[in-house]
């Protein structure tokens, strides 16, 4: 496997790990996929549009000239594949806390108890090219599962299961303007069962010189009200609880590296102006392997309660991620811009 940087125009490189390489694998370029995600059934003229590097197909009147997505056909019919250089898996732990942390005592009573949340997190992340804007542009798919709180906590003794989906649309480039919005759900089952959905997305400028401008949201799609038992002085009660997502409006500033791998920082507000702070890295370690981390700290709105912390929100989140194709996949244009969702990006609070 060889990477080479690519070069647009006279001399302006795209660097910041904008490499790709030839021969992910005897599949894809059976399939005609060229190189980690640089789609196209030739090696043909390359031309470079709004700052992004695209290979134009062959012109040979074949089922493959046609069919540039490199999927298998059946009397020239295609038949949709799988590209596993298009998806990410990863598997890690995390900790979080916000108010669904902390149940209430009595229904008639402003007393809460509770603590944060600690487990293990894995899933995936799988892209695919569209058809429109000369296939620069692509749909994402992910999922990531949650496991938390094994040994219960002091209001219950289930743990917590939680289910993160995630799909929508997205533009990688090298430099110029990039973006993505997806819509976001997540089953939360605990000492309730919640159902909750958001619309995600960030639109950036992306410089020559690995710096990345940008503005990300979240706006709440549904919220959920739910049954719940919980137990006090070892009986348990009945009760009801409303949860609604929490609105976040995010300024961010990520620093590409050469080799592969981002830095990120992010202030901002929610709908209830409370601060938002934040940051993230993703490091590569080896081909093919990198390691990702991010936190979340939502600061309350100033008030005299002296149960402040209760209305905080925080995750702290780290992972392994691995790409099927190697270190070369890391860095392509298919990569999914947005990560699934997790307790750091889905914050949401009581009604």
Request: with cysteine.
């Amino acid at each position: 496997m060889h990477c080479s940087s690519l070069y647009a125009g006279a001399g302006n490189r795209i660097g910041c790990g904008a490499e790709f390489c030839l021969g992910c694998g005897a599949e894809d370029a059976a399939a005609g996929e060229v190189g980690c995600g640089l789609e196209g059934a030739s090696l043909g003229g390359r031309e470079i549009t709004g700052g992004r590097a695209g290979w134009q197909p062959g012109q040979d009147g074949s089922c493959a000239a046609a069919n540039p997505q490199g999927e298998f056909t059946f009397l020239c019919l295609p038949v949709p594949r799988v590209h596993w250089c298009r998806s990410e898996f990863f598997a890690g732990v995390q900790s979080f806390a916000g108010q669904a942390n902390y149940a209430a005592l009595e229904s008639e009573r402003e007393e809460f108890r509770g603590s944060s949340s600690f487990g293990a997190q894995y899933g995936m992340n799988f892209t695919r090219p569209l058809a429109v804007l000369d296939e620069q542009a692509s749909m994402q798919l992910g999922v990531r599962g949650a496991v938390s709180n094994f040994a219960g906590a002091d209001f219950t003794d289930a743990s917590r299961r939680q289910v993160f989906l995630t799909g929508g649309f997205f533009r990688r480039v090298d430099f110029g303007l990039q973006g993505g919005v997806v819509a976001d759900f997540l089953h939360d089952d605990w000492y309730a069962e919640l159902n909750l959905s958001q619309l995600r997305g960030e639109i950036s400028w992306r410089t020559a010189r690995c710096n990345e401008f940008g503005f990300g949201y979240m706006a709440g799609l549904t919220d959920d009200a739910s049954r719940s038992v919980i137990l006090e002085d070892g009986a348990a009660v009945a009760d009801r609880v409303e949860m609604e997502v929490i609105n976040q409006n995010r300024l961010f500033y990520r620093r590409h590296f050469h080799g592969g791998g981002f830095a990120e920082a992010f202030a901002g507000l929610s709908g209830d102006d409370d601060g938002l702070l934040g940051a993230s890295l993703e490091l590569p370690l080896r081909s093919g392997l990198t390691l990702r981390s991010g936190v979340t700290y939502l600061v309350p709105e100033e008030s005299s309660s002296r149960l402040d912390h209760q209305d905080e929100s925080w995750n702290l989140a780290l992972a392994f991620v691995w790409y099927p194709c190697g270190g070369c996949s890391a860095t392509r244009y298919q990569r999914p811009l947005m990560d699934v969702a997790d307790n750091g990006t889905f914050l949401f609070d009581r009604q």
